[in-house]
């Protein structure tokens, strides 16, 4: 059952959506999943008792609601889409990385391979590279591994394998979903979402090329990662590589951190500056919180249960809230900043601290310029770097970068944001 910390969490949470069906179902490298045609929510994992269907959750206020004490809880977003508009007028994006052959890509409800005298690779196996807040195995489950503190933050795997074809031992929890990357490519244009269902999910990719050495990366949400199969003779290997990357936090986050509008975790704002700037990620994001958030989702209680807990140092931490913040107490919320950027510095001293600032493609409202003015001061006393995003979207090129509710980024709102947030990190003279 979920600790009492995560319990606490669940209660503030949107009612996940159902998970898939037993149909195997064949995924062309490139296309969409027909498990990934749902937009990014809030689950609503418990254990369920023997004999009875997973529980669900009591619904959450409307968008832009906000009883007292109550964040803002931000809207699922529509599915954004996968050939978005270039980033700048007149100027073509280079064409995505393709794997050649690309994969085949299945996923089956089932709990056991399909590869004939298969090898089994178990979770807790040293030849899986987690990254994650203290990796453990799983209470509901120990053959699967999950992270300690909110399920909402990313767990990436990592390996090397030189298999002709590979099953990948998964389970569909809290609304789970899943990218992933073999040589640095996704193998599918969006996130497999696995659905909330409480069923082991074998995924198997096929290589028309045959037997060679790839690189893997699974980054997730929700994510039970239950270990792999590999044909007899092939090997699972350790990445020794990836160890000396550095590390990138964006935590505290909220919806656009959570990839709300993004084909994937992996390819929010954040895992675009990541790549930019050629460093690991890790992300913990929830949906409508902020500086004033109380309870497990107090971004204090974030940075102690999740973000302190990482199982590799952060080499720059990077805040992203305040945009729901900016109808409440102005002194609050700079208490709270204060506050969490101490405790931030308390559990990772070495690392550069960055916050971001709130923007709005609506303009610079009173409410939003206020917060970004607090939060500039607020770096400014703490010797933390401040990122300004005012005015990268507006409403000249909303219709580009934004969802129909013209709040959360798309896909390639999320391009623009993470590129333009690298450079200026960069500009700025934090980079690892």
């Not at 009612?15 to 749902?38: F, K, M, N, Q, Y």
């Not at 399909?114 to 453990?136: C, E, K, L, N, W």
């Not at 969490?340 to 709005?360: D, E, K, S």
């Not at 939003?368 to 400014?380: D, F, K, S």
Request: aromatic share 6%.
């Amino acid at each position: 059952m979920p600790s009492p910390f995560i319990a606490a969490w669940l209660a503030l949470l949107l009612a996940g959506c159902g998970g898939g069906g037993s149909a195997d179902r064949v995924i062309g490298a490139g296309d969409e999943s027909p498990l990934a045609s749902a937009p990014p929510s809030e689950p609503t994992p418990s254990a369920p008792q023997p004999g009875t269907a997973p529980p669900a959750a009591a619904p959450e206020p409307a968008d832009g609601q906000e009883p007292p004490g109550t964040p803002v809880v931000d809207a699922p977003s529509s599915p954004p889409a996968i050939d978005p508009p270039p980033t700048t007028p007149g100027v073509e994006d280079p064409p995505p990385p393709a794997l050649d052959p690309a994969p085949t890509v299945r996923v089956a409800q089932a709990d056991g391979t399909s590869i004939a005298g298969a090898r089994q690779v178990a979770a807790d196996d040293r030849a899986f590279r987690t990254i994650a807040a203290a990796p453990r195995p799983w209470s509901a489950d120990a053959s699967f591994r999950m992270a300690a503190g909110l399920p909402s933050q990313s767990l990436k795997v990592s390996f090397v394998s030189d298999a002709p074809s590979i099953e990948l031992r998964l389970l569909a929890w809290g609304n789970t979903q899943v990218e992933i990357r073999v040589d640095g490519v996704p193998v599918t244009a969006t996130a497999l979402r696995l659905g909330d269902d409480w069923r082991p999910r074998v995924v198997r990719l096929d290589f028309p090329a045959g037997a060679r050495s790839r690189s893997y990366e699974l980054f997730g949400r929700f994510l039970p990662f239950g270990g792999a199969w590999v044909p007899a003779g092939s090997t699972l290997t350790y990445p020794a590589a990836e160890d000396a990357r550095p590390l990138v936090a964006f935590a505290p986050g909220d919806s656009y951190t959570q990839g709300s509008g993004a084909p994937s975790a992996r390819q929010t704002y954040a895992g675009v500056a990541a790549d930019e700037l050629g460093v690991e990620l890790w992300t913990e994001g929830v949906g409508g919180t902020g500086w004033l958030s109380g309870g497990a989702h107090d971004p204090g209680a974030r940075v102690d249960g999740t973000l302190a807990l990482l199982n590799k140092a952060p080499a720059i931490v990077v805040t992203a809230l305040g945009y729901n913040d900016r109808f409440g107490d102005l002194a609050a919320v700079a208490a709270r900043y204060d506050a969490t950027v101490a405790r931030i510095r308390a559990a990772w001293p070495q690392a550069r601290i960055v916050t971001l600032g709130p923007w709005t493609p609506l303009g610079a409202a009173r409410e939003t310029q206020a917060m970004r003015e607090l939060l500039i001061a607020g770096a400014e006393r703490n010797g933390v770097t401040f990122i300004d995003l005012e005015g990268i979207v507006t409403a000249a090129n909303m219709d580009t970068y934004t969802n129909a509710d013209r709040v959360h980024p798309n896909a390639e709102g999320h391009r623009h944001l993470g590129r333009t947030i690298a450079a200026r990190l960069r500009a700025a003279g934090v980079t690892p």
